[in-house]
Antibody, heavy 117, light 108 residues
Framework: QVQLVQSESELKKPGASVKVSCKAS????????MSWVRQAPGQGLEWMGW????????TYAQGFTGRFVFSLDTSVATAYLQISSLKAEDTAVYYC??????????WGQGTLVTVSS | DIQMTQSPSSLSASVGDRVTITCRAS??????LNWYQQKPGKVPKLLIY???TLQSGVPSRFSGSGSGTDFTLTISSLQPEDVATYYC??????????FGGGTKVEIK
């Protein structure tokens, strides 16, 4: 069965960096893209962008350029989200989600990133 | 970029009521519209794709309709397990895959 397993919650200080992982299983990793979605506390879903797992080409939504980097390690079927120069407003749950033909059809369990001094 | 606007932002209805949520796109998007359900404290789940097709396992009391700029999600008979926030999302091969702001559904 398809599973996306994300890394554990992180507590970081402002200015630090964080790398969230999303390990896929149960399907051919390079056959589906991977999206990242942010959900700030008590807020809605924000689509951050996606990465083509076949080519490694990332696409970032407005507001998620510069400090946000999507990457892959196809040898271990894992996608990564790295955020640098963390700010308090980056505190959120970050989800990875498989880009199916017709929608974001499988989601990771979410990773809470808390930025606090 | 195309904006997705949902209404209402929240609603409260009784068990058995018919509930309708609206999503409007700022430009025509054909039928490239998905609905997601996020129960409290849970991961979002794809509910309906291509505006009107139920994802496997979704109860038949859910339905979607619309094309172009105006879309609706209907729950024909609200059940306690339907308490959730519902999000629409523009979904096609051309990003961004913008989400609507969400509609929180509660039981009266």
């Amino acid at each position: 069965q398809v599973q996306l397993v994300q890394s554990e919650s992180e507590l970081k200080k402002p200015g630090a960096s964080v790398k969230v992982s999303c390990k896929a299983s149960g399907y051919t990793f390079t056959s589906y893209g991977m999206s990242w979605v942010r959900q700030a506390p008590g807020q809605g879903l924000e689509w951050m962008g996606w990465i083509n797992t076949n080519t490694g080409n990332p696409t970032y939504a407005q507001g998620f350029t510069g400090r946000f980097v999507f990457s892959l390690d196809t040898s271990v079927a894992t996608a990564y989200l790295q955020i640098s120069s963390l700010k308090a407003e980056d505190t959120a749950v970050y989800y990875c989600a498989r880009v199916g033909i017709l929608g974001l059809d499988y989601w990771g369990q979410g990773t809470l990133v808390t930025v606090s001094s | 970029d195309i904006q997705m606007t949902q209404s209402p932002s929240s609603l409260s209805a009784s068990v058995g009521d018919r509930v309708t949520i609206t999503c409007r796109a700022s430009q025509g998007i054909n039928n490239n519209l998905n609905w997601y359900q996020q129960k409290p404290g849970k991961v979002p789940k794809l509910l309906i794709y291509a505006a009107s097709t139920l994802q496997s396992g979704v109860p038949s009391r859910f339905s979607g309709s619309g094309s172009g700029t105006d879309f609706t999600l209907t729950i024909s008979s609200l059940q306690p397990e339907d308490v959730a926030t519902y999000y629409c999302q523009r979904f096609n091969s051309a990003p961004p895959l913008t989400f609507g702001g969400g509609t929180k559904v509660e039981i009266k």
